[in-house]
């Protein structure tokens, strides 16, 4: 089950700044990962061992006054529809507003838990203020400041008790997602797979609303694709059908196993791209990433490989993953491109043995062994894959603390050289020995 946590209220309450406290930003793992808070509309957080993505509805809200009022009341909706837990924001320096009562009355009907939050308690005497909002009848408000961080963390404490324990399942058919930002043509890729795959053995129909799971049997191999493409054809504006997508999206990204990431080609890597693929890997997802509408670039032989060395480049520290241009439209590749998400699935789920990691890695650390800290010499004496789903590889040491970032990349780099790990989140652990 995936923990969603969705910040709603009215404008300049302070959501973007709560946001912003909440996710994990300190890591930027990714050349271009993109930093300001509208475009970022969610994250990863952790909290007393929980994690959760939190959505900042402020992001979806735009245009012009009249829509405004309406989306925040329709955004809250969807919230609750699809939110593990809806953070309600309020001012206590502006007091109740006409629109705190308004959303408050759609929250009221919830069976989510919903926790009022009394923003900008900067003090005694405005968090005094706070009390004022037990009038909307969603019972004790949180006096926070996100600005400050104060109350923070007993609204966070609270926040995880709705949350569910992340538990590693050992899935015997791989899940696969498929995400992407509107119109990339995820639907186009389900549906030519659809279309030209004839063996579906179940269409396991959730609700309507819920993400789609199908399990398919492609040369003899059975996984789950989940449908995240289906929108809220009920809503005419662009912004909540885009926020809603985005929830869909989000939860099928923590139930599965491998995220297929769709780009358009014809706009390359996004902003937002790079946050989901930062978001899959936090959440340890092998990840693929198609380039698709393929067949709108102009081509010549060196079309390809540049393409692929500028993505490449831009993922950073993530440039191990696999690649694949397609066009779902005139299905090129398609059935190459879940073969390829099986792979990573394969990667992922590998067992590499103790003896394998040690006579591969030993040897490359003693040609390049950890450059000494302050005089002290760091020996690494063996190394373990731990019983973990996603790997985890443990360095036993003299001097754990002492190993660099360079030395861990380097590691890290040696790793995926000579073992299959393409797509697949890698966790280095350095343990005392
Ligand atoms: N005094 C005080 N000001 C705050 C606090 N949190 C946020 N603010 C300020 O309130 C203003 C609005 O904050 P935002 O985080 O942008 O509010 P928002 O709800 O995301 O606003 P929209 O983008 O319009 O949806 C900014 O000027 C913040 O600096 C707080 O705890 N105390
Ligand atoms: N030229 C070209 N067009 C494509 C390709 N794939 C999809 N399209 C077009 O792109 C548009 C969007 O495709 P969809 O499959 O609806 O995209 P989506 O990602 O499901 O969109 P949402 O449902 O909004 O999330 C449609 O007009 C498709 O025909 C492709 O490979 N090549």
């Keep these: 089950m995936a923990n969603i946590v969705a910040i709603v209220g009215r404008p300049n309450v302070g959501k973007s700044t709560l946001f912003n406290r909440l996710v994990e930003e300190r890591k930027a ?247 989901l693929i930062s978001l899959a890997y936090k959440y340890k997802k092998g990840i693929l990433l198609l380039v698709n509408k393929w067949d709108l670039i102009k081509k010549d032989n060196h079309t390809n490989a540049q393409f692929k060395k500028n993505i490449e480049q831009e993922l950073g520290a993530h440039s191990h993953i696999p690649i694949l241009f397609i066009s779902a439209l005139h299905k090129q590749r398609i059935f190459q491109a879940i073969e390829k998400a099986l792979e990573v699935y394969t990667n992922k789920t590998q067992k590499i043995s103790t003896a394998a990691l040690n006579q591969t890695m030993l040897p490359v650390i003693e040609r390049y062994p950890p450059p000494a800290v302050k005089g002290k010499y760091i020996k690494i004496k063996y190394v373990a894959r731990l019983p973990t789903h996603t790997p985890v590889i443990a360095f036993f040491c003299n001097l754990p603390q002492y190993v660099q970032p360079p030395y861990k990349r380097y590691l890290e780099n040696q790793l995926r050289k000579n073992f299959n790990l393409a797509g697949v989140p890698v966790q280095l652990v350095f343990r005392k020995k």
């Design 29 to 275: 793992i990714m050349a271009s990962e993109s930093g300001t808070t509208r475009d970022r509309h969610y994250g990863y957080a952790t909290w007393n061992g929980k994690n959760f993505t939190v959505v900042d509805t402020g992001g979806y809200v735009q245009g012009s006054s009249d829509i405004f009022e309406k989306s925040i009341c329709e955004q809250a909706k969807i919230a609750i529809e699809e939110a593990s837990v809806v953070l309600f924001m309020v001012d206590c320096q502006v007091g109740i507003t006409a629109m705190d009562k308004e959303v408050a009355h759609i929250l009221r009907a919830a069976d989510k838990p919903v926790l009022l939050v009394a923003n900008k308690a900067d003090n005694v005497d405005t968090a005094l203020m706070a009390h004022e909002f037990h009038a909307l009848g969603l019972g004790n408000p949180y006096p926070i400041s996100a600005a400050s961080g104060t109350g923070t963390g007993d609204l966070l404490d609270q926040v995880t008790v709705y949350c569910q324990d992340t538990i590693e399942q050992e899935t015997d058919i791989p899940k696969i997602a498929i995400l992407g930002r509107p119109n990339v043509g995820k639907s186009s890729l389900l549906n030519a797979l659809l279309g030209e795959e004839r063996s579906i053995v179940t269409p396991i129909a959730g609700t309507t609303r819920d993400a789609i799971d199908t399990t398919y049997n492609l040369y003899g191999k059975n996984f789950i694709l989940t449908d995240t493409a289906g929108i809220r054809k009920k809503s005419k504006v662009k912004e909540d059908i885009e926020f809603y997508s985005t929830l869909r999206a989000l939860k099928a990204l923590q139930d599965a196993d491998v995220c297929i990431i769709m780009i358009d080609a014809t706009l390359g890597l996004e902003g937002q791209d790079v946050n």
